[in-house]
Structure formats: structure tokens, C-alpha cells
């Protein structure tokens, strides 16, 4: 017998790429890049701290005259990123996005990030029931 209420962790992304606080901005930007990731969970001791994502970098490139490389992680990360379980409902932190205008939610077990769920996370779901009501609606046809 499945399970009706689906958990967050069977839609997650799994390859979560970190940083650490000591870094520089510039790195973060070469590293979203080159993972072609929008969100960079930022890690202490494998311990997370904080995030920092592609619009934060954007902000900052437009509110400051100081250079990528001199600016660390550390000063301009958002150190309360919207967090949950693997095993929490996928409906309630899809809410809890809407609701806060969130474009990702971290997915953490015992402080350490093991996920990240995203707004592209949510569509691809959104697209997988909208294929099943289809072939449901074909079906009854």
C-alpha cells in the first residue's frame, strides 16, 4: 500500500552543492554557474548557517560599488533560510512557499543540508499530475 500524503524528499534535488561563510561572493557566482544552480546553501562545519541565491547576488551588484571578490558570503547571506524535513508533507512546504514568496526551501537532516526543494522542483510535480489527470480523463472518455 502507497502512501497518500507525499513527503518532500521524493521530489527534492539531491546534489546539493555548498559553500562555506569564508568565501567570496565571486565564488559563489562561479559556482552557481558552473552548477547551474539558482541556490547555495552555506555551510559551516557541515553544519547549515545559511543561503545565499542568484538574486541575492543581483542585489548586491546593483546596491554596491565593491568588488564580488572582496565581499565575503558571510556578510550579505540570509542566515534564517526557510527550512524543512525530508519527511515533511510536500503540500504544507509548497504553502509555506506561496505564502512567503520562497523560491526554495532548504531540506535539512540533523543541521546539514542533504537537499534543496525549488520553485522548478514544484513544477516538475505539477506537471507529472497534470499528465496522470490527462491520461485519467482519456481514460474515461
Do not use: W
Amino acid at each position: 500500500m502507497t502512501e497518500a500524503v507525499q513527503r518532500v524528499r521524493n521530489y527534492m534535488t539531491r546534489s546539493v552543492v555548498t559553500i562555506t561563510p569564508d568565501l567570496s561572493v565571486a565564488d559563489a557566482a562561479e559556482r552557481m554557474l558552473a552548477n547551474k544552480i539558482r541556490h547555495l546553501p552555506v555551510v559551516h562545519n557541515a553544519q547549515l548557517v545559511g543561503l545565499i541565491t542568484e538574486r541575492d547576488l543581483a542585489l548586491i551588484d546593483t546596491l554596491t560599488n565593491r568588488q564580488r571578490k572582496k565581499v565575503s558570503i558571510r556578510q550579505v547571506m540570509r542566515t534564517q533560510p526557510f527550512v524543512c524535513s525530508p519527511d515533511d508533507p510536500l503540500v504544507s512546504v509548497v504553502r509555506v512557499m506561496i505564502e512567503h514568496k520562497l523560491g526554495s526551501v532548504l531540506v535539512v537532516e540533523d543541521g546539514a543540508p542533504i537537499g534543496v526543494f525549488t520553485t522548478i522542483d514544484a513544477m516538475r510535480r505539477l506537471v507529472e499530475l497534470a499528465q496522470l489527470m490527462e491520461l485519467m480523463g482519456s481514460v474515461d472518455e
